[in-house]
């Protein structure tokens, strides 16, 4: 039975690591280069931009995950905060709902807005 939930526990770990944020950086850009989004959306919260970045579930010989990795850049393109499984984690969910809910854009236009430096409180999609 211990060495079951060992290796349970390393698929976990594995898996974990897989969508790790450190893996593709914390920086809007470069991230979006490092990973192929299963989908990207916007929306304008509290007066800033926020970028939804949704990758692909990532899948361990013990596991299924109940949903996919989610990671939240602001305008200027820097990493605000990140789960590794959207099914797991309401509290997230809850917090980002306009977001996750929010417009879907292109990866080329994030990189566009971000390049262009409009990731301001005042700069919103336009």
Not at 44 to 64: A, H, I, M, N, R
Not at 79 to 86: A, K, R, Y
Not at 96 to 113: F, H, M, P, T
Request: with cysteine; glycine share 12%.
């Amino acid at each position: 039975m211990v060495g079951l939930f060992g290796v349970w526990f390393a698929g976990e770990k594995k898996a974990l690591d897989a969508v790790h944020p450190s893996k593709y950086g914390t920086n809007l850009t470069a991230f979006l280069e490092a990973m192929q989004p299963q989908e990207v959306r916007y929306c304008e919260q509290d007066g800033s931009t926020y970028f939804l970045v949704v990758g692909k579930p990532v899948t361990s010989l013990f596991s299924l995950p109940s949903g996919p990795p989610a990671y939240v850049f602001d305008g200027a393109g820097n990493l605000v905060e990140w789960c590794g499984d959207l099914g797991d984690n309401p509290d997230f969910c809850k917090r980002w709902s306009k977001l996750i809910l929010g417009e879907r854009i292109r990866a080329q236009d994030v990189r566009a807005y971000i390049e262009a430096g409009r990731g301001n409180k005042d700069g919103g999609m336009h």
